[in-house]
Nanobody, 111 residues
């Protein structure tokens, strides 16, 4: 079955960096479009970034220039490099493909 397991979240100060990873299994990873979403308390889940099997990327306006999505097909893993983190980036970050979701990893940006 499809499994998506996120890791790499944590507490970071404003301006800091984190790299999230999502280990995928149960499907042909190299053919899949992968996405990162986030949900802050009291808010709807929102798109952060996507990457296609051709490595075309798309970003939410709020993270453009700060976040980078990438993939390693040999490792069945998608990454989200987050730089210049702001308190408003605090959320649970989810990995997604098609109708499948991971359980999420908490990112907290606070001094």
């Amino acid at each position: 079955q499809v499994q998506l397991v996120e890791s790499g979240g944590g507490l970071v100060q404003p301006g800091g960096s984190l790299r999230l990873s999502c280990a995928a299994s149960g499907f042909i990873f190299s053919m899949a479009t992968m996405g990162w979403y986030r949900q802050a308390p009291g808010k709807q889940r929102e798109l952060v970034a996507t990457i296609t099997n051709g490595r075309n990327t798309n970003y939410a306006d709020s993270v453009k220039g700060r976040f980078t999505i990438s993939r390693d097909n040999a490792k069945n893993t998608v990454y989200l490099q987050m730089n210049g983190l702001k308190p408003e980036d605090t959320a649970v970050y989810y990995c997604q493909t098609s109708v499948f979701w991971g359980r999420g990893t908490q990112v907290t940006v606070s001094s």
